[in-house]
């Protein structure tokens, strides 16, 4: 099993950046394949990034590529969600995930989730 524990959310001016930290607990992080979605309000929870066990394979939403950017350190059993150029859509709640599934987007596939960290950028 793996908790997971998202940081890095806060307030942000539109254009602006901010670098979001999943903290997973257990000893078999390198195993999994990780995702970043979010969810405002209102709103289905929605996909933003993956990235596979060793970091070699990354995929992003459309409505983010050029501007977020995964990456994980598995020595330190975390993921992080570069974020830059941020707009007001950008504004929810951002959950990270683990899957043994592989690279994917589809919400369903993911096994662990964090409880989230909120984005909010004033424009």
């Known amino acids: 099993q793996v908790q997971l524990v998202e940081s890095g959310g806060g307030l942000v001016q539109a254009g602006g950046s901010l670098r979001l930290s999943c903290a997973a607990s257990?000893?078999?992080?390198?195993?999994?394949?990780m995702g970043w979605f979010r969810q405002a309000p209102g709103k289905e929870r929605e996909f933003v990034a993956a990235?596979?066990?060793?970091?070699?394979?990354?995929y992003y939403a459309d409505s983010v590529k050029g501007r977020f950017t995964i990456s994980r350190d598995n020595a330190k059993n975390t993921v992080y969600l570069r974020m830059d150029n941020l707009n007001a859509e950008d504004t929810a709640v951002y959950y990270c995930?683990?899957?043994?599934?592989?690279?994917?987007?589809?919400?369903?596939?993911?096994?662990?989730w964090g409880q989230g960290t909120q984005v909010t950028v004033s424009s």
């Open positions: 995930a683990a899957t043994t599934r592989g690279v994917l987007a589809a919400p369903r596939w993911y096994d662990y």
């Open positions: 990235i596979s066990w060793s970091g070699g394979r990354t």
């Open positions: 257990g000893r078999t992080f390198s195993s999994y394949a």
